[in-house]
């Protein structure tokens, strides 16, 4: 998989939700409300944020009610799991870049 | 804009504490309608055990078999996300609740628990002990739940010992039920 920098998930807040929903299976989405205690961010910022991973087509938002509760699910893309991983593989190899030209 | 070393650093290590977290709370997630369910059963067991001793052990055989039975679909529900979880699942469940059956039998069988009191406490001891072990590896409310309800248990050992069913009915059976809301909230 090729290292590549990505701008749109290297914002500290959204790169905290990509890591948080990247530990769900393909199968499993996280509540909104949830997500938003692990991130630790206001209701606006994270739907703001939210918006723009999804319009990239990193996240998939699903809304539904729960009795009459409304609930809204946050879930990665397969095209989001690939983003991350390329995006941390950059970051590791400036790290690793530090490394072997001081040895 | 390229990444400094620094950032990129920093990043990482974002990265690896939100997975952390995420984790962390999905195991809070998983694990309070157990901690409710069994709260409601010490309840209803201990309760029995107090107010009707001569129907103890068939409340309790009927009251463990409808924990079993609950936290089993509870944890199977959970698991039907996750491939890697759900195979195998009903094996490693009836491995899980033969191999504690079979821990409190021997040590009943080596010890010989001689009243009532302390054939009660020696499975909320146990309780105790195993959230405590998670906590240390998998969250600290898991921790504080299993020392709460182990102080709980020796202290009313120790001081309410003649209506020692009624405190685990109360005061253990409440902290689990409230445990596991709060582990809920979280």
Not at chain 1, 22 to 27: A, K, P, V
Not at chain 1, 88 to 99: F, P, Q
Not at chain 2, 26 to 45: D, T
Not at chain 2, 70 to 99: C, D, Q, V
Request: glycine share 10%; charged share 15%.
């Amino acid at each position: 998989m090729p290292a590549e920098s990505n701008e749109l998930i290297h914002q500290p807040l959204r790169l905290k939700i990509m890591a948080a929903l990247n530990g769900l299976s393909t199968r499993e989405s996280l509540e909104f409300i949830r997500l938003k205690s692990v991130v630790g961010a206001t209701d606006g910022n994270l739907g703001a944020h939210l918006a723009t991973l999804e319009q990239a087509g990193y996240v998939k938002i699903e809304k539904d009610f729960v009795g009459k509760k409304p609930r809204t699910r946050v879930a990665m893309t397969a095209a989001g799991r690939k983003a991350l991983a390329q995006h941390v593989a950059y970051l590791r190899e400036i790290l690793e870049g530090v490394t072997a030209s001081a040895n | 804009m390229p990444i400094s070393t620094q950032e990129a650093a920093d990043a990482l290590q974002d990265i690896a504490r939100t997975q952390h977290r995420a984790s962390i709370l999905r195991g809070y997630e998983r694990g309070a309608p157990h901690l409710i369910l069994w709260g409601l059963i010490w309840v209803l067991g201990y309760g029995t055990s107090d107010l009707a001793p001569a129907l103890a052990n068939p409340a309790w055989l009927v009251l463990d078999l409808l924990g079993m039975t609950g936290s089993f679909l509870i944890g199977r529900a959970a698991a039907a996300g996750r491939s890697s979880a759900s195979a195998g699942y009903g094996a490693r469940f009836a491995g899980l609740g033969f191999t504690a059956l079979a821990f409190v039998a021997a040590t009943y069988y080596i010890l010989q628990p001689h009243d009532s009191a302390q054939f009660g406490a020696f499975p909320a001891l146990l309780i105790a002990l195993i959230y405590t072990v998670i906590g240390i590896w998998r969250g600290s409310r898991w921790a504080i739940a299993g020392i709460v309800v182990g102080v709980c248990t020796v202290a009313g050992y120790a001081f309410f010992r003649e209506h020692f069913m009624l405190w685990m009915a109360v005061v253990g059976g409440g902290t689990l039920i409230l445990t596991g809301l709060w582990l809920r909230r979280a």
